[in-house]
């Protein structure tokens, strides 16, 4: 399914009621209600926002910057941060390590979104509590549940 037509049915599904909370029946919630996510490009925010909120049913916090999550993220107390690699001023892993200095979130798991081939960067994740990662372009359909299967393979192993 290519980024456009996932687009068309997130936007269907959304139209025809198909919430959060029926997309959750059955799907145990592992200790995974907000997601601070960060990420530059407008159009990924929103698209991940209606597929994190209204269909994973997640509480949702969009920052547009590395800065700005760095700077809004207590406010929020997020379980998961979900980051764009590479971003302006402030790529994720800057980000992410900005946020490891404060105390609270230390050990706050994290995921990272990207397009970039991520094999010569899979080194910088050891040690930094980083999950996993999802490919750009991704499925906003079944983003939720990537994130879950993601959470729940790694804080139970």
């Given at each position: 399914?290519?980024w456009?037509?996932?687009?068309?049915?997130?936007?269907?599904?959304?139209?025809?009621?198909?919430?959060?909370?029926?997309?959750?029946?059955?799907?145990?919630?592992?200790?995974?209600?907000?997601?601070?996510?960060?990420?530059?490009?407008?159009?990924?925010?929103?698209?991940?926002?209606?597929?994190?909120?209204?269909?994973?049913?997640?509480?949702?916090?969009?920052?547009?910057?590395?800065?700005?999550?760095?700077?809004?993220?207590?406010?929020?107390?997020?379980?998961?941060?979900?980051?764009?690699?590479?971003?302006?001023?402030?790529?994720?892993?800057?980000?992410?390590?900005a946020?490891?200095?404060?105390?609270?979130?230390?050990?706050?798991?994290?995921?990272?979104m990207?397009?970039?081939?991520?094999?010569?960067?899979?080194?910088?994740?050891?040690?930094?509590?980083?999950?996993?990662?999802?490919?750009?372009?991704?499925?906003?359909?079944?983003?939720?549940?990537?994130?879950?299967?993601?959470?729940?393979?790694?804080?139970?192993?």
């Amino acid at each position: 399914m290519t980024w456009r037509q996932s687009t068309v049915t997130l936007c269907q599904r959304l139209r025809l009621g198909i919430t959060g909370s029926l997309a959750l029946r059955g799907v145990p919630m592992t200790g995974l209600n907000r997601i601070l996510h960060v990420e530059d490009d407008e159009d990924i925010l929103m698209i991940a926002r209606l597929a994190l909120a209204d269909l994973g049913g997640f509480e949702v916090m969009q920052c547009s910057s590395g800065a700005q999550a760095v700077n809004e993220a207590a406010s929020f107390a997020p379980d998961l941060f979900l980051l764009d690699y590479m971003m302006p001023e402030m790529n994720g892993m800057q980000t992410l390590k900005a946020l490891r200095e404060k105390p609270e979130f230390a050990t706050t798991p994290a995921i990272f979104m990207t397009a970039k081939a991520m094999d010569l960067v899979e080194a910088e994740f050891a040690g930094m509590g980083v999950l996993g990662r999802i490919t750009k372009p991704f499925d906003p359909v079944s983003l939720p549940a990537d994130i879950r299967r993601i959470w729940t393979q790694r804080t139970t192993t």
